[in-house]
């Protein structure tokens, strides 16, 4: 009788589980493997929607919680919550002895959660190395992780060449699309009045759905660019609803969501802004929205299969591989506010997403399938794509 190899699985935020739901679903349906949920970060803060319940309510076991986040809004305090991060993480990694650990993108809870495979000599599958978002320090965190990796199951065929040039073994990168798109032909999304049933609110007959996270590569944490934000949005139309999930815990997080609670409520009616909706609630927000606003992946990575155009804001995503319906903008008042009215006209039904096509998780399962044993995971060699120089 085979014995089922241990997949352990970090999540730290609401994006990044969402991307990661159908994936942790297939393993925990899968026989061959025996499925080790740790979650950290964002889904244990209570000023963060504690998104836990979220996964709990979905119905998955929770192997270990990892608490990490200080609850602070500085650089300071993110560089002591990745220290407290690797502390806890190489706990509770020495505790559950997985034999492969699958992590996703390039925030600092995933960063902390490498280290400490590192230095246990755990494998580690990455998920969505490859990409670049030159506007953020999540740029240098995803390539670093990239280099801590054994496995990399990349979104397209351009990351796949960068993690290649980063010296990695062209047999272990998996271009295997973006995960968050299974939802899209595997879930059925909530019709309109569904879905203003969750919200507790009526849709408009135009509606924006705006998430702007800080930018840790600018010296103000891109509260300039938010502030340029809601300046445009005070100029549009104000028949047009306007629909806000809060930025994540990056340094300035924070305060740029204590701006825009105050912004909201001088605004009544026409904004409204969440937490978190989870994620059905949000992509059924985003299939009904006119168009997406602001800095965050999912304008680039989902909006475009639901033929929704978006408007990209200044440097965060900066880079990063874009569909025809992506709009990106300065970080200015008005060149925001005309990107916004070019995108609520723009005809996106034809537009092909460079991201996949929603069938990610059966191809990282196969992946995982095949790989090796850990002895031989951990055994890494440059590879080189170019001549050597003498």
């Known amino acids: 009788m085979s014995i089922s190899r241990r997949i352990g699985v970090i999540t730290g935020s609401r994006a990044e589980y969402g991307l990661l739901f159908w994936l942790l679903s297939d393993i925990r349906a899968d026989a061959d493997f025996d499925l080790q949920l740790v ?7 209570p000023e963060f929607g504690n998104t836990v319940r979220e996964i709990e309510k979905d119905g998955f076991e929770i192997a270990r919680r990892v608490d990490m986040l200080l609850s602070g809004d500085t650089p300071m305090a993110i560089a002591k919550s990745v220290g407290l991060g690797v502390i806890g993480m190489s706990d509770a990694l020495e505790l559950l002895k997985p034999d492969i650990v699958v992590m996703l993108g390039d925030r600092f809870e995933i960063l902390a959660a490498a280290q400490a495979c590192l230095f246990l000599g755990i494998p580690i599958a990455h998920i969505a190395g490859g990409d670049t978002t030159e506007g953020a320090i999540d740029e240098s965190m995803r390539h670093a992780i990239t280099k801590m990796a054994h496995v990399h199951f990349v979104t397209n065929e351009l990351a796949a060449r960068r993690v290649r040039q980063l ?3 062209p047999e272990r990168i998996f271009n295997v699309g973006s995960p968050g ?21 009526q849709l408009g007959e135009r509606n924006l759905l705006i998430t702007f996270h800080p930018v840790t590569l600018h010296d103000d944490q891109g509260a300039a660019e938010f502030r340029a934000l809601l300046a445009a949005l005070d100029d549009l139309d104000p028949s047009i609803r306007l629909w806000f999930t809060r930025p994540n815990a990056d340094a300035g997080g924070r305060a740029m969501a204590l701006a825009l609670d105050a912004w909201a409520a001088a605004n009544g009616y026409r904004a409204k802004v969440f937490t978190s909706l989870g994620q059905l609630p949000y992509l059924s927000l985003m299939a009904q929205a ?4 602001g800095n965050s992946s999912s304008g680039l990575y989902e909006a475009p299969s639901l033929g ?7 440097d965060r995503q900066k880079g990063r591989l874009a569909a025809s319906s992506v ?7 008005e060149e925001i506010r005309q990107t916004i009215d070019r995108a609520i006209t723009l005809d996106c039904r034809d537009t092909l997403n460079p991201y996949g096509d929603g069938h990610s998780s059966g191809r990282i399962l196969d992946a995982l399938r095949s790989l090796p044993g850990r002895a031989k995971l951990l055994r890494k060699s440059f590879n080189m794509t170019g001549p050597a120089v003498e």
Do not use: F, K, N, W
């Open 39 to 45: 979650v950290t970060g964002m889904h244990l803060a």
């Open 290 to 293: 006119t168009a997406v606003v």
């Open 167 to 169: 010296g990695e073994a």
């Open 327 to 333: 709009l990106h903008c300065a970080g200015e008042p």
């Open 308 to 314: 929704i155009a978006t408007v990209d804001i200044g």
């Open 181 to 201: 798109l299974d939802h899209l032909r595997r879930r059925q999304l909530l019709d309109r009045e569904a879905l203003e049933g969750v919200l507790e609110a």
